[in-house]
């Protein structure tokens, strides 16, 4: 089968391409053709396609009233990306496309070239950028569902897109102007949601359900990983950010002063993080900054058990995933595709978001009962056996391109029949 898969950067951004090219490597290993229709961008590996690529594109350094504009109106819709893919569409021939983060750099406009070549999309969600213009439903730090039923202007009055000045109006016309133009149900024919959270949250807000099929993110197991230390430490890792809850970790370390903590990771708020940090006189807290694989892999192999204390939804916790492989126990908070992922007091402990009291009391029982902490991480590694193996997804991955192309070519032979008649 030949594979289009079609996401805007075309270097391991973060983890949504580092799944995306995990999956391409396999889809190859099982002797499939891909091919990556992306950003242009000299950390992404060649590929014999490149001069398809849309050319880079940096929203932050747009300078003047017209050059903003122009950028605007590609992120809303971009005519340049739909005449690359249609190029790219020519040059590959593929059988079936597998969109994952588009937003802006490409746009939505692919997705009606995709349509009009007829060949079947299968969306990939990685976030909730379809139900909240500024991607996670989130503000102010905690979860938002003010743009509910496509109530998009709430970008604007919220305040939750701390973007360059004019951001979130473009946001906001980029979601009414597809709403308006239907391109998600004119052009997708299946959605991949990652976990039954997002599907029914799409749900909730409208959206039908037979459009979407859940399948969660595979996850490789190493071999079997070192016991911790017992002078080990507790281990964040993540993006540091408001919603994520890491200052509520801080606090939580102020009443354990006994355990140490690992942060890995970078975002906006390390600097405000450090400084509570200190404020704190927290001598026991290490920030690692951003990590390259191997060394996050270490890292959590080395820890005592892993604590993901967000106060916002998640789609698929990938971080809770990696966690499990190298048998680590978890303290997540109560919410989204958590729920799913941690099973209470067998492969972790849960605790309602921002609960700081409680956030320590978990920590401090896993710190102290090491051995039940060894046994949930063993339960998390199950897990992973059971419902994230590789090939596992791999089936079930090609199962939904044959049924999307089985539908498409059977919609044209009922097109054509009508015509005939």
């Not at 747009?62 to 109106?73: E, F, M, P, S, W």
């Not at 743009?147 to 016309?173: D, I, M, N, Q, W």
Request: hydrophobic share 40%; proline share 6%; net charge positive.
């Amino acid at each position: 089968m030949r594979i289009l898969f079609c996401n805007k950067y075309n270097f391991p951004f973060s983890g949504t391409e580092v799944y995306l090219f995990e999956l391409m490597e396999m889809m190859r290993g099982h002797g499939h053709e891909v091919a990556l229709f992306s950003m242009a961008d000299p950390r992404g590996e060649p590929t014999p396609f490149d001069s398809h690529f849309v050319p880079s594109v940096d929203f932050k350094s747009a300078r003047g009233t017209i050059a903003r504009l122009q950028h605007a109106l590609h992120a809303v819709y971009s005519t340049e990306a739909r005449r690359k893919i249609r190029g790219m569409i020519a040059a590959f021939r593929p059988e079936v496309a597998h969109v994952r983060n588009i937003y802006h750099h490409l746009s939505p406009s692919i997705l009606w070239e995709l349509k009009a070549q007829n060949i079947p999309v299968v969306y990939h969600l990685n976030d909730f950028k379809l139900l909240c213009p500024s991607y996670n439903l989130v503000a102010h730090g905690r979860a938002c569902e003010r743009c509910r039923s496509g109530k998009f202007r709430h970008v604007l009055t919220e305040g939750c897109y701390t973007g360059p000045p004019g951001s979130a109006l473009v946001l906001a016309a980029e979601a009414y102007f597809h709403k308006w133009l239907r391109t998600y149900g004119n052009c997708v024919d299946r959605f991949i949601a990652p976990s039954h959270f997002v599907k029914e949250k799409f749900s909730e807000h409208g959206w039908r359900r037979d459009a979407f099929e859940v399948l969660p993110h595979f996850q490789r197991l190493p071999a079997e990983p070192p016991s911790p230390a017992s002078d080990a430490p507790i281990l964040y890792f993540g993006r540091l950010s408001r919603e994520k809850g890491v200052d509520d970790l801080l606090h939580a370390m102020g009443r354990l002063p006994n355990l140490h903590l690992v942060i890995a990771g970078e975002g906006p708020q390390r600097e405000p993080l450090q400084q509570l940090a200190q404020h704190l006189q927290l001598n026991r807290v290490k920030f690692m900054g951003q990590q390259s694989r191997e060394q996050l892999e270490s890292l959590i192999a080395a820890s005592r058990f892993t604590v993901f204390p967000s106060r916002a939804y998640e789609a698929m916790g990938k971080s809770i995933l990696e966690s499990y492989a190298w048998g680590r126990a978890i303290v997540a908070s109560d919410l989204g595709s958590r729920r799913e992922l941690v099973r209470e007091g067998e492969t972790g402990i849960l605790f309602p978001p921002g609960n700081i009291e409680q956030l320590a009391t978990a920590m401090a029982f896993l710190a102290g009962q090491p051995e039940i902490a060894t046994r949930m991480g063993a339960a998390g590694r199950e897990t992973i056996r059971q419902y994230h193996a590789p090939e596992d997804h791999y089936r079930n991955l090609v199962r939904i391109y044959k049924d999307v192309l089985a539908r498409r070519r059977n919609h044209v032979r009922s097109e054509h029949a009508v015509t005939q008649a």
